[in-house]
C-alpha cells in the first residue's frame, strides 16, 4: 500500500510541473493577502466613518428614546411638545460639539437629582401596575403619593438598600447579576404588600408626603440652560469617540 501512494504522489510530480506548483502556490497567498488588505481597510475606513459621525449616532438614539419615553407618559400633549423641544436641543447641540461629553454627564446627573425622574418612573410603575388592578380609588390615590416619596428617598439615597429591596421583592424578581426585573403582572396582594414596605421605608426617612411642585418643560429646559452654561473641559486634540 505504501510502494501504490509513493507512485500515485511520484507521479502527480511528474504531471505537475515545480514551476507550475510554485505559481499555484504563490496565487493562493496572495490571494489570502489581498482578503487580509481588503479586511483591515475596510476595518480602518469603518473605524474613521465610526470616528466622525459617533455623535450622530448617540444624539439620534438618545432622542428617540427620550421622546419614546414621553410619549408614554400621561403628561399633556402641550407638555410633551414642549419637552420634546428641549431634547431636540441637546441632540442638536451634542451632535455638532457644542455639547461636550463632561456637560452632557452633568447634565444627566442634574436630570436624576431633579424632581422629574421621579415623576416619570412613578407614571411608568401606575400605568403598570396601579391602573389595572382591584385597588380601590381611594388606595389608587394613596398609592400614588407612596410612590413618589419611595422614589425619591431611593434616588436621594435617603432609603437605604435593604428597604429597597425588602419592597421591590414583592414586584419584582432579582437577577443573579444584583439588579431587579419587574414583573409583567402582579397580584392585588402583592401590590399591596410593596406598597406597604415602600411606606414604612418613606416613612422611616421622613421622606415629604408632598412631592416637589414644578412645571416638567421648564423644569427640564432650566437644568439644560444650566448645563449648557457651565464651562466644558478643554477638549482634545481630536473629538474620536470613546475607545477608537
Given amino acids: 500500500m505504501a510502494t501504490t501512494q509513493y507512485r500515485a504522489q ?21 490571494g489570502c493577502l489581498a482578503v487580509i488588505v481588503v479586511l483591515l481597510v475596510l ?10 459621525n459617533w455623535r450622530d449616532w448617540v444624539s ?15 403628561l399633556p400633549a402641550e407638555e410633551k411638545d414642549q419637552i420634546k423641544v428641549q431634547v431636540d436641543r441637546v441632540a442638536v447641540a451634542f451632535r455638532e460639539g457644542r455639547l461636550s461629553n463632561e456637560q452632557a454627564a452633568r447634565l444627566m446627573e442634574k436630570l436624576t437629582q431633579s424632581p422629574l425622574i421621579t415623576a416619570f ?17 381611594e388606595e389608587k390615590a394613596e398609592a400614588k403619593v407612596t410612590l413618589q416619596r419611595f422614589l425619591r ?12 429591596d425588602a419592597a421591590l421583592g414583592h414586584v419584582a424578581d432579582k437577577q443573579p447579576d ?12 402583592e401590590l399591596r404588600a410593596f406598597l406597604a414596605e415602600a411606606k414604612k421605608a418613606a416613612d422611616d426617612a421622613q421622606i415629604p408626603d408632598q412631592p416637589a411642585e414644578f ?16 464651562p466644558a473641559a478643554a477638549p482634545p486634540a481630536s473629538d474620536a469617540a470613546p475607545g477608537a
Fill in 10 to 30: 511520484d507521479e502527480f510530480d511528474q504531471q505537475e510541473p515545480p514551476a507550475k506548483r510554485r505559481n499555484w502556490m504563490t496565487g493562493c497567498l496572495l
Fill in 178 to 189: 444584583g439588579n431587579w426585573r419587574f414583573r409583567n403582572k402582579v397580584s392585588d396582594e
Fill in 153 to 164: 428617598g431611593a434616588i436621594d439615597e435617603k432609603i437605604d438598600r435593604r428597604s429597597i
Fill in 60 to 74: 439620534t438614539a438618545a432622542s428617540q428614546g427620550v421622546k419614546q419615553a414621553i410619549d408614554e407618559s400621561d
Fill in 215 to 230: 412645571d416638567p418643560s421648564d423644569e427640564v429646559k432650566r437644568i439644560i440652560d444650566e448645563s449648557m452654561s457651565e
Fill in 43 to 52: 476595518g480602518t475606513v469603518a473605524t474613521i466613518w465610526i470616528s466622525r
Fill in 121 to 137: 418612573v412613578a407614571s411608568a410603575a401606575e400605568k403598570k401596575y396601579l391602573d389595572g388592578s382591584g385597588l380601590s380609588d
